[in-house]
């Protein structure tokens, strides 16, 4: 009897472990907002692209260490006559989700699409005069000139099938202003490692694994992915064993998470730096109680500011340490930095005040700082920290904190003397931030220029970036550009963020420096 | 009795066309939507051409016009935010809100009724002094305070139920609702608890004011004089007259618990109209942002009228009133 008993066990316990090997994993994914649509051209914005890129896929894409890597394009490679064209070699037995085979006419006509009028993509393809189909597996992309880095650009373009498109009318990019709503945006066919079996739009959409897709089967076989807006309620959501991963944790949580008995955190650095900026020229500030001349035109005062600023302050009070502070206008990631321009000075209150003084400015001025007060980690603490440690030279600092819809308005229409704001730089290479923060401003180039420097020398190279083709030239190009920005102080970064994941104990996700973590590279522990 | 309504129903118009008027004065400073639909990689050219096109450079007065034009055909145009036609949105969300507004609501009556009677029946007994107590704690503190406390206990630490979101639901046609699953319905007792306790606290105050005051009056001591039983006369004569100012109270209140769900709904994360609402506020989704306002301005409209009706065919003062053209 006891016997019996013990086998009978023991074939129920084989059976269930053997019922586990084949048994589908679902992860239950949470983070703070829904992916906005599913047009994969309409929107670029991270968290579109991080929920997209489980469905189709690009091109090229970049893995967890930042370094772009084969897609659907499995070499890539400038004309050997024609600097003016890239050739991409695409991967073959590659299929969508409805059975159609993936083709080059599928990449012409989705580039098209992405750079067509609707697009919100339009921009990265803004050097793009024409897109061909050599044949069924290469394509070629001819530029108006010689674009050295144009496959940076293409990291979150997706790929649709053009018959597909066809088929359901969807040859255009949805048009906020048409007032009605395309097929694309809630319908999908892509040639990523999994398929949309179900959406309700901020609430949840589960993802099965897709059995025909080219790659190794990952071992996450369906997704529920679970918008929760609210912090507190995301954080509880993991503890309370409702969901498995959660991205977005909130700084504070991040130690007690990591002292629960069965979660972890994983951390690692942001592909985005947080950084002030101030108006240059002659003007006076509008903001300011000296009204004849503009303090942060003056370069002793620009220093001064910098003395005053105490990086690593902020880094471990305000940040609780998820910071990486750093003295240049640029991520680690990105082609151009070095470790020699990451160094800042150390803060020095009095030699700030000399500064001061020696400016004109004995008694300090006064200036309104305008921060945003929910994009950016602890972005009004960083200000609210900052505005005391200008306090201490003298410089009076008012702070204006907004909602990043308000703050946006004022930055891009140099409503502003002194602000903070953040910048990523999806391209990964230094010509991206020059372009937009630090080229004068244009039409065309340094929107995000607020504070109005100019400098028609280091224009002139920002311009040349585009075209040099000797790539080592280039980087010279790149390094004496930061030189001059840093030794202007044109911008006045403060860090680099870092992501934390939070996740149950036996899973392991690696953090994306783009913040687009995949769940095809989820890993579970035995 | 038709004109009566047809001057209510115009006043009614007159509301919802202000509110809407408000709402457009309001949003010119809510902040740009434009910059968060286009992000990083737009040049200021794209902005302008899209501010162009959705007519935002127009003045608030012409906006406002072509948004009662377009509502009066039933169009409330397209989501900023999620590309979609905004009454469909409102449609599908409307389901979660009013199923969740019904169970808070009937907590707060059910408790609240029973508590005001306890209450006002033994105004000395220590429970008594307790209940007060609590309900006041129950005024005092914020809903999301409630909310992440009774998450933190009933979901993080006993792990009985859900911390968020809706559970599993069924779709009746266009309705979906979550009162026929288990998950469903174990989803919902936190958040209808964090939205009635508020008005729970009113009612129950109510109730015993009332009370109080109705079994001070004569009629209660003849009534004791007669001999009936102090059953027959706490709820057959007393409780009867308290429930007139109840009843109007507890009409409107319904009114601003569906439409004031929303931090109930954010802390939470249910699918209902508040957190669409919530989400549009932070990307300026101006037409989800107006839809929503609107109708809001409806539910209290409709109740309001509602109520003034009721009155109507009680009250025969106002009938009278009515009759000589006052």
């Not at chain 1, 703070?32 to 997209?52: E, M, W």
């Not at chain 1, 290469?138 to 649709?160: K, R």
């Not at chain 1, 028609?456 to 280039?474: F, N, V």
């Not at chain 2, 300026?284 to 009228?305: E, G, R, S």
Request: hydrophobic letters at 45%.
């Amino acid at each position: 009897m006891h016997t019996s008993l013990t086998r009978i066990a023991a074939v129920l316990i084989a059976s269930t472990m053997l019922a586990g090997v084949a048994q589908a994993e679902t992860v239950r994914w949470a983070r703070s907002s829904d992916s906005l649509t599913l047009d994969p051209h309409s929107q670029n914005q991270g968290v579109t692209h991080t929920f997209a890129h489980h469905i189709y896929e690009t091109l090229m894409w970049r893995d967890t260490e930042g370094t772009l890597i084969p897609r659907l394009a499995t070499e890539w490679y400038v004309k050997e006559d024609d600097p003016t064209v890239w050739v991409f070699k695409l991967r073959e037995g590659v299929k969508f989700h409805d059975g159609a085979d993936f083709t080059a006419e599928d990449v012409v006509f989705s580039l098209d699409r992405a750079r067509s009028e609707g697009s919100n993509l339009k921009q990265l393809h803004a050097e793009v005069a024409e897109v061909r189909a050599v044949d069924d597996y290469t394509v070629e992309v001819q530029m108006v000139g010689p674009s050295p880095l144009y496959p940076n650009n293409v990291t979150n373009t997706f790929i649709m099938d053009k018959t597909w498109s066809e088929t359901n009318n969807v040859e255009e990019v949805q048009d906020f202003a048409a007032g009605e709503s395309n097929y694309a945006v809630l319908n999908t066919n892509g040639t990523g490692p999994y398929m949309l079996t179900s959406r309700e739009v901020d609430v949840r959409s589960v993802l099965s694994v897709f059995d025909g897709w080219w790659g190794e089967a990952p071992a996450v076989t369906e997704i529920v992915y679970l918008p929760i807006a609210d912090n507190a309620t995301r954080i509880a959501a993991l503890l309370s064993g409702d969901v498995d991963i959660v991205q977005d944790v909130p700084v504070q949580d991040i130690e007690r998470l990591q002292n629960s008995a069965g979660f972890k955190v994983e951390t690692g650095p942001e592909n985005r730096v947080i950084y002030f900026g101030y108006r240059f020229g002659d003007e006076p500030l509008r903001s300011s109680n000296i009204t004849d001349s503009n303090p942060f035109d003056n370069p002793l005062v620009r220093e001064a500011m910098e003395l005053a600023l105490d990086r690593d302050a902020i880094q471990q009070v305000v940040m609780r340490g998820n910071s990486i502070p750093t003295g240049v206008a640029t991520p680690p990631f990105v082609n151009g930095w070095t470790e020699e321009l990451d160094q800042y000075p150390a803060p020095d209150v009095e030699r700030a005040k000399e500064l001061l003084a020696e400016a004109g400015y004995p008694d300090g001025f006064s200036v309104t700082l305008d921060t945003p007060n929910n994009r950016y980690v602890n972005d009004e603490a960083i200000s609210t920290a900052y505005v005391g440690m200008l306090g201490q030279i003298g410089i009076d600092v008012t702070l204006a904190s907004r909602p990043i819809a308000e703050h946006s308005p004022i930055i891009l229409g140099d409503e502003t003397d002194f602000y903070l704001l953040g910048w990523g730089v999806p391209t990964f290479d230094s010509a991206y931030i020059f372009n937009d923060l630090v080229h004068t401003k244009t039409d065309t180039h340094g929107t995000y220029n607020v504070g109005g420097y100019s400098n028609p020398e280091l224009d002139e190279k920002i311009i040349s970036l585009g075209t040099e083709t000797d790539l080592d030239a280039r980087d010279a190009t790149i390094a004496e550009i930061w030189e001059v920005v840093k030794a202007d102080r044109v911008l006045l970064p403060v860090h680099n963020q870092t992501l934390a994941y939070a996740m149950r104990e036996d899973i392991t996700l690696p953090v994306h420096p783009e913040n687009q973590p995949n769940m095809t590279t989820v890993v579970f522990a035995e | 009795m038709l004109a009566f309504i047809a001057r209510r129903l115009f006043q009614s118009v007159i509301v919802m066309l202000a509110v809407a008027f408000i709402a457009f004065m309001v949003f010119r400073y809510v902040g740009d939507p434009v910059s968060s639909m286009l992000g990083q990689d737009s040049t200021l050219a794209d902005h302008a051409a899209l501010r162009e096109r959705l007519g935002l450079n127009e003045p608030f007065y012409i906006q406002f016009f072509s948004f009662v034009g377009n509502a009066l055909q039933g169009q409330f145009g397209i989501s900023y935010r999620l590309q979609q036609p905004v009454s469909q949105l409102i449609m599908e969300r409307l389901p979660a809100t009013i199923e969740l507004a019904f169970a808070s609501a009937s907590i707060a009556l059910v408790l609240g009724v029973v508590l005001g009677i306890y209450t006002a029946l033994r105004p000395r007994a220590f429970s008594t002094g307790v209940i007060m107590t609590a309900s006041l704690i129950g005024v005092s503190l914020p809903t999301f305070l409630i909310g992440i406390g009774l998450i933190y206990v009933f979901a993080v630490e006993l792990k009985v139920l859900p911390s968020f979101g809706r559970g599993e639901v069924v779709d009746l046609g266009w309705w979906r609702t979550g009162f026929l699953t288990e998950s469903g319905l174990r989803s919902i007792i936190l958040p209808a608890i964090t939205l009635s306790l508020f008005q729970l606290t009113l009612i129950m105050r109510l109730v015993r004011a009332e009370m109080l005051e109705v079994l001070r009056t004569d009629y209660i001591r003849f009534a004791k004089a007669r001999g009936l039983s102090q059953r027959a006369i706490n709820f057959g004569h007393a409780l009867k007259n308290t429930m007139v100012p109840v009843i109007t109270i507890t009409g409107l209140q319904l009114g601003s618990v569906i439409a004031f769900a929303i931090i109930t709904e954010t802390v939470f994360q249910w699918p209902g109209v508040g957190s669409l609402f919530v989400n549009s506020v932070a990307v300026v989704d101006v037409p989800v942002m107006a839809a929503y306002l609107v109708f809001v301005a409806l539910v209290f409209v409709v109740i309001n009228l509602i109520v003034d009706i009721l009155y109507f065919i009680v009250d025969p003062r106002l009938r009278d009133g009515a009759k000589s053209g006052r």
